[in-house]
């Protein structure tokens, strides 16, 4: 009451793909730079599964161009709705975690990548890359959202294998004793902390990982509640927030 909207519908994804051939036609993007806020429904379908112009290109594009670089997905499972999920009840009642997923960085936006040829062999190739201010900028949105929670992050990588993740760890630890000292933090690896996050869900306050990783796990966690249309998301740190129901 009392708040006037002005709301404008544009296409993207699979049936802008159908209208104009671009996933993410000019007109949607003009709309974009233009609005306060972006309301997304679902992009892509098997219809498009086959298609040479991927739906997906079109979600990527307009987070970049959003410059929103932090998901924020919270997965809780209300009183009387532990019925819903495949895990016993038992075992999701009680479940309040909120998953913080970098999202304009890491492997679906790093160079070189694409499919070569060579001597008649294909090779396929994406490359996974963070920089420091990346990883920094992401973490303190965990932290935040921890001290007006339940003061725990755990951060999620692949430290043991990969250099990118030992990176993640190094600069997430620093922002942490630099600035989150007050905040607890405990680092997992991500095929332990897939394992965890459906063993224990209520141990979970915020998670904060990479772009990879954190569409993974998100995914995961909607078994939590039962479904992954009982996750909404919002997108924050560009000039504009891009919300998901």
């Not at 942490?176 to 209520?202: G, I, S």
């Not at 904060?208 to 992954?228: K, Q, R, W, Y």
Request: no cysteine; proline share 6%.
């Amino acid at each position: 009451e009392g708040v006037k909207l002005d709301v404008a519908e544009q296409l993207v994804g699979g049936n802008a793909i159908d209208a104009t051939g671009s996933p993410l036609p000019e007109r949607t993007l003009d709309a974009v730079r233009s609005a306060d806020a972006v309301l997304l429904g679902a992009v892509g379908g098997p219809k498009w599964d086959d298609s040479e112009v991927r739906p997906e290109a079109g979600l990527l594009a307009l987070r970049r161009e959003l410059g929103v670089f932090a998901n924020l997905r919270p997965v809780a499972v209300p009183t009387g709705a532990e019925g819903a999920s495949p895990v016993r009840p038992g075992v999701v009642a009680g479940t309040d975690m909120l998953i913080v997923r970098e999202l304009t960085g890491g492997i679906y936006f790093g160079e070189p990548a694409g499919i070569s040829e060579e001597t008649g062999v294909r090779t396929g190739i994406n490359t996974m890359r963070y920089d420091e201010e990346e990883i920094r900028r992401v973490a303190r949105v965990a932290f935040r959202q921890a001290e007006q929670r339940r003061g725990h992050v755990t951060s999620v990588d692949k430290a043991n294998v990969l250099a990118v993740s030992r990176l993640w760890r190094e600069v997430v630890t620093a922002v942490h004793a630099d600035e989150f000292p007050h905040v607890a933090l405990e680092h997992l690896y991500v095929d332990n902390a897939a394992m965890q996050l459906v063993r224990r869900p209520t141990d979970f306050d915020v998670v904060v990982t990479g772009n990879l990783f954190g569409d993974i796990l998100s995914d995961l966690a909607a078994t939590l509640p039962g479904s992954l249309g009982m996750l909404p998301s919002a997108s924050v740190g560009g000039r504009a927030g891009l919300f998901e129901p």
